[in-house]
């Protein structure tokens, strides 16, 4: 996947990027695009499992609550989590590839006036994942990793594959 999700305007500019994401293949999908970022002030937002915790050493890292599966309890925690953490960061940029984390993060920062990005999944072939139809309405930048998916939803961007 090349630059373009940078096209979302990043506010003031002051601030660090907040990546979020389930652990798993979501952060790696995630992760893969550490090229983008690089140099820039950045921090994640994730679950903490031995392979987010060993893959995330040495960066700064935000542990959120899981399983989000279908707790609402978790949803909650984390939407309160993501007040705080948003409210303090200010990131000038929020970026999720999901799953349910990603959700109270995302709408968390519209509210705030912070710009968002969410990047689909890559095994999301013929239609949205749920996180991805719950956010899909009101993210800044939306991108797929398929034309086919691209083809089906107008706001939906195609920019290639992160992996």
Excluded at 21 to 43: D, N, P, Q, T, V
Aim: charged share 20%; net charge positive; with cysteine.
């Amino acid at each position: 996947m090349n630059e373009d999700w940078r096209e979302v305007p990043d506010g003031s500019g002051a601030g660090a990027i907040a990546l979020v994401c389930s652990s798993g293949g979501h952060l790696r999908e995630l992760y893969a695009l550490r090229s983008s970022w690089a140099g820039r002030k950045h921090f994640w937002v994730t679950f903490p499992t031995p392979d987010a915790v060993g893959l995330l050493s040495g960066e700064t890292s935000l542990w959120a609550f899981h399983p989000t599966n279908r707790s609402l309890f978790n949803l909650v925690r984390n939407t309160f989590l993501a007040l705080r953490i948003l409210r303090r960061e200010r990131p000038a940029l929020v970026v999720s590839t999901g799953a349910g984390v990603g959700v109270p993060f995302l709408l968390v920062a519209k509210i705030f006036g912070i710009p968002t990005l969410f990047i689909e999944s890559l095994t999301r072939v013929k239609d949205l994942s749920l996180t991805g139809r719950l956010v899909y309405p009101w993210v800044d930048r939306f991108l797929v990793q398929w034309e086919e998916l691209a083809a089906l939803y107008p706001k939906a961007l195609f920019r290639g594959r992160v992996l």
